[in-house]
């Protein structure tokens, strides 16, 4: 709960970008947002669970991208 607290204090916009898996027993919240840096993504995670938090880069693949991979 009080991860839950700290992200609705810090915006429901930045709520809206978590999903979690507290009701299912996996007490884990994923988001994913846009940032500039892998610093500022981690700013987004309440400070007393930043240094907890992983932070991955993701991206999509086009049809192409995923032919030409098999050549």
């Known amino acids: 709960m009080k991860v839950l607290d700290a992200i609705l204090m810090m915006g429901t916009g930045l709520l809206d970008k978590f999903d979690f898996g507290c009701q299912v027993g996996e007490h884990t919240g994923w988001a994913v947002v ?9 700013n987004m995670v309440p400070a007393f669970v930043r240094n907890k938090a992983r932070i991955v880069e993701v991206s999509k693949f086009t049809p192409q991208q995923i032919r030409g991979a098999h050549k």
């Open 34 to 42: 846009e940032a500039g840096s892998e610093s500022a993504a981690r």
